[in-house]
């Protein structure tokens, strides 16, 4: 977060929403990881109320999302990925923090139809 903190403060006003947007995936991923475990329990759980889930497999979903992503923001071939996998894993994670956001993302993206064309 401080990164993202100094990244702002040359000449930008640092807010709430700039700070939060200017946070790594990394980041975010990280925060659901193993030494997290009691932190998720108390608070981040409470994030997800749509689905009895388990911090492991959150973390897990997160780090596939990320792994591809940096695939994809490298320009690394994409030839040996199931991006249909991590669209699901997207859509599964935006359902359980609301099942409406799911909906809304699922009908205005076409990367579904793109994922299921043979390469």
């Known amino acids: 977060m401080i990164v993202a ?3 702002l403060e040359r000449g930008k006003l640092v807010t ?10 990394a980041f975010w991923a990280g925060l659901f990881g ?8 108390h608070r981040l759980r ?6 009895a889930l388990t911090r492991k497999d959150l973390s ?11 695939r994809v923001a490298h320009h690394d ?3 040996d990925q ?5 669209l699901e894993d997207m859509l599964a994670i935006a359902g359980w923090i609301d099942p409406a956001a799911r ?17």
């Open 5 to 7: 903190i100094e990244r």
């Open 16 to 25: 709430r929403g700039r700070v939060v947007a200017g946070v790594s995936f």
């Open 34 to 41: 193993r030494r997290y475990e009691e932190l998720w329990r």
């Open 46 to 51: 409470a994030a997800f109320p749509h689905e």
């Open 60 to 70: 897990g979903r997160l780090r596939r999302i990320q792994r591809f992503r940096n």
């Open 77 to 79: 071939s994409l030839l």
């Open 82 to 86: 199931d991006a249909q996998a991590r």
């Open 103 to 119: 909906e809304w993302l699922a009908d205005r993206t076409d990367a579904l139809a793109v994922a299921q064309r043979e390469p």
